[in-house]
């Protein structure tokens, strides 16, 4: 209590009073995780670093913001793993794990599901199904709040559509988690 | 140094007079953060209509929903929240102090290169021009921009406290130094950190950031503000020392730890989760202890809160913060979270914290500072009173609607047998109320902006003055009420 006292009256108390009690907790939180746990920064097995095209389809979901509405994680969660979820056609979907986000520079985990989880979505429908969405959402699901992206297909050729497709088919695809390689391209 | 129990203290002012160019900076950073309330508050309710009709605005790539949304909380965290704080506490700083701010120069500089910054951020968030990342979509270049500025600021703080007349320092100079020193870290790890990692690295330190940047700038800096301001509008000695050291000394601690709890049951190591939760349940400590001080201050007045707009803000302010530091824990807990997490419910919250809680306390010291600041009453305290209940019944309408909409829509989540898009559907009424709760809001905005603005304006020797005059019977000495 004396100490406490002290800090009412010294500003430089106050100053590294305040400081030690954030590092503690900083320091433990942030930096101590990234050096023990390991898997955070292991690789799934069959990890492929991104081609110069999903790169680019990367950017294009950073820019427009996709990340605002769309998650990128099957939590631990019965209901997320379900069919009507992330899984798909009587599969359910695996558990995201750290070690499928290692090569993803921003990461796009995502807080708020406005629109469905896209962390196993790679594979799920093919190029046109994408098109026709990206088109106008609508036309494909009745009742989705999403935005329409007509200028990705239009534009250049539809080059931005055809990259961000690119990228989409990645999601979820470190993992094949689905028999006979039933992937949509 | 009167530092014995018995003594009661409230804020210090010195009896000083005013001299030219005094309160410069404060009045610039206050007039312009009220604008970009008002124009982030605009494109919030842009925002909102969008999810009645998905194609509004839509045919242009840079008034898409993912173009606007970082700009409406870009806008109202730093433009409108950051800039206000920082604007009042020019004012407030120096009079606890008892002398001048240290800089007005600085303190120009500050105004200046800030709203640079944000006006550029405009640009660059339509743009596309975006690091990925919540609360840090502005880029680089710009964050050097903030990073210098809160520097700059700092400085100005700091050697304004360090030249202080009284030695004791109040309550609201802990919190505001404390504010000083944690945000140079958080918005460092959370805007360059972040270059040094990917994946779920990243991502932990993202909303370390994240929660931080409510936790440790807004919520001291908003704390920091109520406790200056609700002692001098009752004319009340705080309640209690010892509870604001135990509060201010908690938080110090305890909210840092918290940041994980935005990933549970997400690909996070479960012992980081688990430490995220039990300090998210303790952070219970500090938030009570500040509420019963407020509450205990007022003990006895409330016939104040009745009639005057300053207090209205301060006490729903404070009983904002109240419940939004109730949900917070509670939402941490694994079983809560499994159906809160991701949905509306989490908007609603947010909602009350920054605008409920802390902005509410920035509106009251705006309508306290203001009208001292130029010596004449406030323009109209009716139009006060009526700003603050659009305000608070617009935020009543938004906050309530999307947690029973958002509370609803997970445990919808929850049973795999309903589609995802019937889950979407089902939202449509809570997202009209949202529409409805905004309207109110940025009503209430535009009618604050109008008030001070012209406060600012007006000639008293023409106008009825409908306030009471700002009287220097502030400049009182402290601890009246021994």
Same mark, same amino acid.
Request: hydrophobic fraction near 45%; charge should be positive.
């Given at each position: 209590?004396?100490?406490?006292?002290?800090?009412?009256?010294?500003?430089?108390?106050?100053?590294?009073?305040?400081?030690?009690?954030?590092?503690?907790?900083?320091?433990?939180?942030?930096?101590?995780?990234?050096?023990?746990?390991?898997?955070?920064?292991?690789?799934?097995?069959?990890?492929?670093?991104?081609?110069?095209?999903?790169?680019?389809?990367?950017?294009?979901?950073?820019?427009?913001?996709?990340?605002?509405?769309?998650?990128?994680?099957?939590?631990?969660?019965?209901?997320?793993?379900?069919?009507?979820?992330?899984?798909?056609?009587?599969?359910?979907?695996?558990?995201?794990?750290?070690?499928?986000?290692?090569?993803?520079?921003?990461?796009?985990?995502?807080?708020?599901?406005?629109?469905?989880?896209?962390?196993?979505?790679?594979?799920?429908?093919?190029?046109?199904?994408?098109?026709?969405?990206?088109?106008?959402?609508?036309?494909?699901?009745?009742?989705?709040?999403?935005?329409?992206?007509?200028?990705?297909?239009?534009?250049?050729?539809?080059?931005?559509?055809?990259?961000?497709?690119?990228?989409?088919?990645?999601?979820?695809?470190?993992?094949?988690?689905?028999?006979?390689?039933?992937?949509?391209? | 140094?009167?530092?014995?129990?018995?003594?009661?203290?409230?804020?210090?002012?010195?009896?000083?007079?005013?001299?030219?160019?005094?309160?410069?900076?404060?009045?610039?950073?206050?007039?312009?953060?009220?604008?970009?309330?008002?124009?982030?508050?605009?494109?919030?309710?842009?925002?909102?209509?969008?999810?009645?009709?998905?194609?509004?605005?839509?045919?242009?790539?840079?008034?898409?929903?993912?173009?606007?949304?970082?700009?409406?909380?870009?806008?109202?965290?730093?433009?409108?929240?950051?800039?206000?704080?920082?604007?009042?506490?020019?004012?407030?700083?120096?009079?606890?102090?008892?002398?001048?701010?240290?800089?007005?120069?600085?303190?120009?500089?500050?105004?200046?290169?800030?709203?640079?910054?944000?006006?550029?951020?405009?640009?660059?968030?339509?743009?596309?021009?975006?690091?990925?990342?919540?609360?840090?979509?502005?880029?680089?270049?710009?964050?050097?921009?903030?990073?210098?500025?809160?520097?700059?600021?700092?400085?100005?703080?700091?050697?304004?406290?360090?030249?202080?007349?009284?030695?004791?320092?109040?309550?609201?100079?802990?919190?505001?130094?404390?504010?000083?020193?944690?945000?140079?870290?958080?918005?460092?790890?959370?805007?360059?950190?972040?270059?040094?990692?990917?994946?779920?690295?990243?991502?932990?330190?993202?909303?370390?950031?994240?929660?931080?940047?409510?936790?440790?700038? &807004?919520?001291?800096?908003? *704390? %920091?503000?109520?406790? !200056?301001?609700? @002692?001098?509008?009752?004319?009340? #000695? +705080? $309640? /209690?020392?010892?509870?604001?050291?135990?509060?201010?000394?908690?938080?110090?601690?305890?909210?840092?730890?918290?940041?994980?709890?935005?990933?549970?049951?997400?690909?996070?190591?479960?012992?980081?989760?688990?430490?995220?939760?039990?300090?998210?349940?303790?952070?219970?400590?500090?938030?009570?202890?500040?509420?019963?001080?407020?509450?205990?201050?007022?003990?006895?007045?409330?016939?104040?809160?009745?009639?005057?707009?300053?207090?209205?803000?301060?006490?729903?302010?404070?009983?904002?913060?109240?419940?939004?530091?109730?949900?917070?824990?509670?939402?941490?807990?694994?079983?809560?979270?499994?159906?809160?997490?991701?949905?509306?419910?989490?908007?609603?919250?947010?909602?009350?914290?920054?605008?409920?809680? &802390?902005?509410?306390?920035? *509106? %009251?010291?705006?309508? !306290?500072?203001? @009208?001292?600041?130029?010596?004449? #009453? +406030? $323009? /109209?305290?009716?139009?006060?009173?009526?700003?603050?209940?659009?305000?608070?019944?617009?935020?009543?309408?938004?906050?309530?609607?999307?947690?029973?909409?958002?509370?609803?829509?997970?445990?919808?989540?929850?049973?795999?047998?309903?589609?995802?898009?019937?889950?979407?559907?089902?939202?449509?009424?809570?997202?009209?109320?949202?529409?409805?709760?905004?309207?109110?809001?940025?009503?209430?905005?535009?009618?604050?902006?109008?008030?001070?603005?012209?406060?600012?304006?007006?000639?008293?020797?023409?106008?009825?003055?409908?306030?009471?005059?700002?009287?220097?019977?502030?400049?009182?000495?402290?601890?009246?009420?021994?």
């Amino acid at each position: 209590m004396n100490l406490l006292k002290k800090t009412d009256h010294n500003a430089m108390y106050l100053f590294a009073g305040v400081l030690g009690m954030f590092l503690i907790g900083g320091v433990m939180t942030t930096i101590v995780p990234a050096l023990t746990e390991k898997s955070w920064r292991q690789e799934t097995k069959g990890t492929r670093p991104y081609t110069a095209a999903q790169k680019r389809g990367k950017a294009i979901y950073k820019r427009e913001g996709c990340w605002y509405c769309h998650t990128q994680q099957v939590r631990t969660l019965e209901a997320d793993r379900a069919t009507t979820r992330s899984g798909w056609r009587g599969v359910k979907a695996p558990i995201s794990t750290p070690g499928e986000y290692v090569r993803d520079k921003p990461h796009m985990l995502g807080t708020r599901r406005i629109g469905p989880d896209l962390a196993r979505v790679g594979g799920k429908y093919d190029r046109s199904w994408h098109r026709t969405h990206f088109m106008n959402p609508r036309h494909l699901v009745p009742g989705s709040v999403m935005p329409p992206f007509p200028w990705l297909v239009k534009r250049d050729g539809g080059k931005e559509f055809e990259d961000l497709v690119e990228y989409i088919q990645t999601l979820g695809r470190t993992i094949n988690w689905r028999p006979d390689n039933d992937y949509e391209r | 140094m009167t530092s014995s129990k018995k003594t009661k203290e409230t804020p210090q002012e010195p009896a000083g007079t005013s001299e030219r160019g005094q309160d410069l900076s404060a009045k610039a950073f206050i007039i312009s953060s009220i604008w970009w309330f008002v124009i982030s508050t605009s494109v919030g309710l842009l925002l909102a209509i969008k999810f009645l009709w998905p194609e509004f605005m839509g045919n242009t790539p840079e008034f898409t929903f993912g173009r606007m949304r970082p700009l409406h909380v870009n806008g109202v965290l730093f433009g409108w929240l950051l800039a206000v704080d920082m604007g009042l506490l020019y004012y407030v700083i120096p009079r606890l102090c008892g002398n001048r701010l240290y800089s007005e120069k600085l303190g120009m500089f500050t105004v200046i290169a800030f709203n640079l910054v944000i006006t550029a951020a405009v640009f660059t968030t339509l743009g596309g021009v975006t690091q990925g990342l919540e609360y840090a979509e502005l880029p680089w270049f710009l964050d050097i921009g903030v990073t210098v500025v809160w520097v700059v600021f700092g400085i100005n703080i700091f050697g304004t406290i360090l030249t202080r007349k009284h030695e004791k320092m109040y309550v609201a100079i802990w919190y505001t130094m404390g504010a000083i020193v944690w945000t140079t870290f958080v918005y460092t790890a959370g805007n360059f950190g972040t270059e040094l990692f990917t994946g779920v690295n990243q991502a932990n330190l993202n909303w370390f950031y994240v929660h931080n940047a409510v936790g440790l700038i &807004f919520t001291p800096l908003g *704390v %920091a503000l109520a406790y !200056y301001l609700i @002692p001098k509008q009752t004319q009340a #000695p +705080l $309640y /209690s020392h010892k509870l604001s050291m135990i509060g201010f000394w908690t938080i110090s601690f305890i909210y840092v730890w918290t940041g994980a709890h935005h990933m549970i049951h997400g690909p996070i190591s479960q012992w980081l989760q688990t430490v995220a939760i039990i300090f998210s349940a303790m952070l219970i400590i500090p938030v009570w202890t500040v509420i019963v001080n407020f509450f205990g201050t007022v003990s006895g007045k409330w016939d104040l809160v009745r009639r005057d707009p300053i207090l209205k803000y301060l006490m729903t302010g404070t009983t904002f913060y109240l419940l939004t530091c109730f949900q917070g824990p509670m939402q941490a807990l694994r079983s809560v979270n499994a159906i809160t997490s991701k949905t509306d419910w989490v908007v609603g919250h947010a909602h009350m914290a920054v605008f409920g809680a &802390f902005s509410f306390f920035a *509106v %009251a010291g705006c309508l !306290y500072a203001v @009208p001292r600041m130029v010596k004449k #009453p +406030l $323009y /109209s305290q009716a139009l006060a009173n009526s700003a603050f209940w659009f305000m608070f019944s617009g935020g009543l309408i938004y906050f309530v609607l999307l947690w029973i909409g958002g509370f609803i829509q997970g445990l919808q989540w929850n049973d795999p047998s309903i589609p995802f898009i019937d889950t979407v559907k089902f939202m449509a009424p809570f997202w009209w109320s949202r529409l409805a709760g905004g309207t109110l809001i940025f009503t209430g905005a535009v009618l604050f902006l109008y008030n001070i603005s012209r406060t600012f304006t007006y000639d008293p020797a023409s106008a009825t003055a409908t306030g009471p005059t700002p009287t220097e019977g502030d400049t009182k000495p402290a601890k009246a009420a021994v």
